[in-house]
């Protein structure tokens, strides 16, 4: 099937300031658990019928805006090859929210420390995301931070196979935002997709990066 738009053409006006990004998530705080937030979206979504059943496994991510002079990007990491869930795919810095954790916000710190060695001290935690449903049966809290370079990027071998950044401005852009399918078990599954080139950025990922897309683009404190 030929990718498809998402939604309709026009980009959100350019030069988005940290001033005006955090604005937009004054009225988003940070949860203060993982079931504090509903869980509104999932692959689900798009494949009605697909919720996992059972109980869902919370977990947390970093969506991390970094403040470049040249314009704000977003750092992502490509999972190594064998990991048992979500190998090989591009994703946010994040993970299994450990009882020691007590919040998705340090959870999303944690992970980001280990996966990447992206330190906590170089990041503004300014909101959050809705609670992204996968069809693996995590219950995802989305924790955006904007990030202050200079900072050291220092990869876990075992988890990640590279880190990288791509400029909001791409992933703002509709233009960007294409819905795809395959065939899964014999029927047709559909998921968000915003390829950049050689990155395929997809599934849940590219799912919250829509919900990042309506928040800086619709009005603010909606």
Same mark, same amino acid.
């Given at each position: 099937?030929?990718?498809?738009?998402?939604?309709?053409?026009?980009?959100?006006?350019?030069?988005?300031?940290?001033?005006? +990004?955090?604005?937009?998530? #004054?009225?988003?705080?940070?949860? #203060?658990?993982?079931?504090?937030?509903?869980?509104?979206?999932?692959?689900?979504?798009?494949?009605?019928?697909?919720?996992?059943?059972?109980?869902?496994?919370?977990?947390?991510?970093?969506?991390?805006?970094?403040?470049?002079?040249?314009?704000?990007?977003?750092?992502?990491?490509?999972?190594?090859?064998?990991? #048992? @869930?979500?190998?090989? *795919?591009?994703?946010?810095?994040?993970?299994?929210?450990?009882?020691?954790?007590?919040?998705?916000?340090?959870?999303?710190?944690?992970?980001?420390?280990?996966?990447?060695?992206?330190?906590?001290?170089? +990041?503004?935690?300014?909101?959050?995301?809705?609670? &992204?449903?996968?069809?693996?049966?995590?219950?995802?809290?989305?924790?955006?931070?904007?990030?202050?370079?200079?900072?050291? =990027?220092?990869?876990?071998?075992?988890?990640?196979?590279? =880190?990288?950044? =791509?400029?909001?401005?791409?992933?703002?852009?509709? #233009? @960007?935002? *294409?819905?795809?399918?395959?065939?899964?078990?014999?029927?047709?599954?559909?998921?968000?997709?915003?390829?950049?080139?050689?990155? &395929?950025?997809?599934?849940?990922?590219?799912?919250?990066?829509? @919900?990042?897309?309506? =928040?800086?683009?619709?009005?603010?404190?909606?």
């Amino acid at each position: 099937m030929e990718p498809e738009p998402v939604l309709p053409l026009g980009s959100v006006a350019g030069g988005l300031t940290r001033t005006a +990004i955090i604005s937009r998530f #004054a009225s988003k705080g940070l949860p #203060a658990d993982a079931e504090s937030v509903v869980a509104g979206r999932g692959d689900h979504a798009l494949n009605p019928g697909m919720h996992p059943t059972g109980e869902l496994i919370p977990a947390a991510v970093l969506v991390p805006l970094v403040d470049r002079p040249d314009g704000m990007t977003v750092l992502f990491t490509r999972r190594t090859a064998h990991l #048992a @869930n979500h190998a090989g *795919q591009v994703s946010f810095p994040g993970g299994h929210i450990e009882e020691a954790d007590g919040t998705p916000l340090e959870a999303a710190l944690r992970e980001t420390e280990e996966e990447v060695g992206l330190a906590r001290d170089r +990041i503004e935690t300014i909101g959050r995301l809705d609670t &992204y449903v996968t069809r693996t049966g995590f219950h995802v809290v989305p924790v955006v931070g904007l990030v202050t370079p200079p900072f050291d =990027v220092k990869p876990d071998p075992h988890e990640v196979d590279e =880190v990288f950044e =791509v400029p909001l401005s791409f992933l703002l852009n509709p #233009a @960007n935002h *294409q819905r795809h399918s395959v065939v899964y078990e014999g029927e047709p599954r559909y998921f968000h997709a915003m390829p950049y080139g050689d990155y &395929y950025i997809w599934g849940a990922t590219a799912g919250m990066l829509i @919900n990042l897309y309506e =928040v800086l683009s619709g009005p603010e404190n909606s």
